[in-house]
């Protein structure tokens, strides 16, 4: 996967064109979860190793083009956030559980010394540990609380933690999947899905009080089934998001429009430069593949089954049958493929 620049321009007639694409890392290490530093003059970066199943934090100075490793050891690192001054990082950890727990992984929320880690690589500290709720996606909001989703039963729900009084209170309830943050804004814009399975999009600010809340006009070229993670424009009142091979922006009132892009792999949604004119989007295919392991004989090798140069997740056995179900986006479109003995074919054409 690599780390890529758009380079956007505004005009008149359009909300955004793009005028140029290249690519930031060329390594044979995964590459994901890209941010720039508040200055800009760094991006933040996730490098992952398939042997090891972990990953490490790495940033890169543009203007040099030097790297350098923050994070001391590798592990389940989640998406890395700034502070406000940008002289700390804070990411989600994903451990195993000791016991008494409710929960076989447990959460930890962690801050890094940027500054330091620029000398050397540094070890995380411990802000937040959740043994009976799992967190993900935190940004420091400019209160100094530090906004997280965070998911206690079946529904997830966005909180405020607040660091100095180690307390946290819910600012938005609902069945909401993803949600961004803007700094300069001081506002949340929260994709949910309400009554009657319709997507909406909240607008919050960092204290919970609902701005608006507009159902979201699904155009006919998204599926309905697909979720959006809208993030925040340098246009006002503007969200923009991929589902994929292509862009759209969104606004507030959820108004949804096609920007043209010359790409032919899948990118995540951009994630903005503090000027407001490039962004930053993961973009290449993610190669995973279905094996079957004898538990009986270690020695036995691992056998790839149904082998394809794209992603293949979630295999299952046929009870009382010979065949295995699983995903595969070797069309272009996740569908739902069946395997047996050498004989592979396609399920479904959702």
Same mark, same amino acid.
């Given at each position: 996967t690599l780390t890529t620049g758009l380079y956007f321009s505004k005009t008149s007639s359009k909300p955004f064109s793009i005028g140029q694409i290249r690519a930031l890392?060329?390594?044979d290490g995964k590459e994901l979860a890209s941010i720039y530093s508040p200055d800009g003059k760094y991006?933040?970066?996730?490098?992952?190793?398939? =042997?090891?199943?972990?990953?490490? #934090?790495?940033?890169k100075n543009l203007e040099t083009q030097q790297e350098y490793k923050l994070s001391k050891n590798m592990d389940v690192y989640g998406q890395q956030r700034f502070s406000k001054d940008g002289k700390k990082i804070i990411v989600i950890r994903t451990v195993d559980c000791g016991e008494p727990i409710t929960q076989k992984k447990c959460y930890q929320l962690m801050s890094l010394d940027f500054e330091k880690a620029l000398n050397t690589p540094q070890e995380f500290e411990l802000i937040l540990e959740c043994k009976n709720s799992e967190i993900r996606r935190p940004y420091w909001l400019n209160n100094n609380n530090i906004a997280l989703m965070q998911k206690q039963t079946e529904q997830w729900q966005l909180v405020s933690y607040s660091i100095a009084e180690n307390k946290s209170r819910v600012i938005h309830d609902g069945y909401l999947y993803h949600y961004d943050y803007s700094a300069k804004d001081d506002l949340l814009a929260?994709?949910?899905?309400? =009554?009657?399975?319709?997507?909406? #999009?909240?607008?919050?600010d960092s204290d919970g009080k609902e701005i608006s809340s507009t159902p979201i006009n699904l155009p006919s070229e998204i599926k309905g089934y697909q979720y959006l993670r809208p993030n925040f424009s340098p246009l006002a009142n503007t969200l923009i998001f991929s589902t994929g091979k292509q862009l759209f922006t969104m606004s507030f009132t959820g108004e949804i429009k096609n920007i043209s892009i010359?790409?032919?792999e899948p990118f995540?949604?951009?994630?903005?430069?503090?000027?407001?004119?490039?962004?930053?989007?993961?973009?290449?295919?993610?190669?995973?593949?279905?094996?079957?392991?004898n538990l009986q004989n270690e020695q036995v090798p691992l056998k790839t089954l149904a082998r394809s140069n794209t992603a293949e997740n979630s295999a299952v056995f046929q009870p009382n049958g010979g065949y295995i179900a699983f995903e595969s986006e070797r069309t272009g479109e996740?569908?739902?493929?069946?395997?047996?003995?050498?004989?592979?074919?396609q399920l479904t054409r959702f």
């Open positions: 890392t060329a390594t991006i933040i970066f996730h490098r992952y190793s398939e =042997e090891k199943c972990l990953n490490d #934090i790495w940033a929260v994709t949910n899905i309400k =009554e009657n399975n319709q997507y909406y #999009i909240d607008i919050i010359p790409v032919d995540s949604s951009p994630m903005f430069h503090p000027d407001g004119d490039r962004g930053l989007v993961i973009k290449g295919r993610y190669d995973s593949d279905i094996v079957s392991i996740e569908q739902v493929w069946l395997n047996k003995q050498d004989n592979t074919f």
